[in-house]
């Protein structure tokens, strides 16, 4: 089993939509939790990160995590074609010398206009 | 700053050949990493660096030697190249290995292993 499951898609939707992607977990050592955007043929890039249980919103994105359950999600209003991406959760704890990242396999989104 | 770079782009070997993926930061970070990315397995770390002259082995090292000579450079050998390895090859750089959360990524090597 994974350390870090997620649907891989893909997810497709309209313009405008609210889009909601998720991940759920089995290490409880994990401690941070992270959203990376994907672009096609690009290097993955930081796009929120948080520390703790509850949400945390930067403009159209919300981040939210549930530790009791070991939930992650990420939340964009308003959904735009410059949306369409592959998401990647990440979640971090310490292993040999530094705290390392453990990615999802990612969930492909296209956003229709 | 160029951020994180990587070389070549693409790369064609046979099996047991050898090669080194070239990886670049000019960010002065202390922590460099190599992933692969396979379809439907996300991004799997293979070696990783705290500083200049320390290396450490990730998920998925076998088959794969890093040095760290320089705050720099972080280049990545494949002693004898096969099949499974073919992937998506990224170098990535964090400030410290305690910030290793948001970490910075090069555009990728695409390897095909014939």
């Known amino acids: 089993q994974k350390e870090v499951e997620q649907d891989p898609g893909p997810l497709s939707v309209p313009e405008g939509a609210i889009v909601s992607l998720n991940c759920t977990y089995s290490n409880s050592a994990f401690q941070y939790f992270m959203w990376y955007r994907q672009y096609s043929r690009k290097g993955p890039e930081l796009l929120m990160y948080t520390y703790s249980s509850g949400n945390k919103e930067d403009g159209r994105f919300t981040a939210q995590v549930d530790k009791s359950s070991k939930y992650i999600s990420l939340f964009i209003r308003d959904s735009q074609p410059s949306d369409s991406a592959t998401y990647l959760c990440a979640m971090t704890h310490l292993s040999g010398s530094a705290r390392q990242l453990t990615f999802g396999s990612g969930t492909q989104l296209t956003v229709l206009p | 700053n160029a951020g994180v770079t990587q070389t070549p782009k693409f790369q064609v070997l046979k099996t047991g050949q050898s090669m080194t993926l070239q990886c670049a930061q000019d960010m002065n970070h202390e922590y460099m990493s190599w992933y692969r990315q396979d379809p439907g397995m996300g991004l799997r770390l293979i070696h990783y660096s705290v500083g200049a002259g320390i290396t450490d082995q990730g998920e998925v090292p076998n088959g794969y030697n890093v040095s760290r000579s320089t705050t720099e450079d972080f280049p990545l050998r494949l002693l004898s190249a096969a099949p499974s390895q073919t992937s998506v090859y990224f170098c990535?750089?964090?400030?410290?290995?305690?910030?290793?959360?948001?970490?910075?990524f090069g555009p990728g090597t695409r390897l095909t292993v014939l």
């Open positions: 990535a750089s964090s400030y410290s290995r305690e910030s290793t959360d948001t970490q910075y």
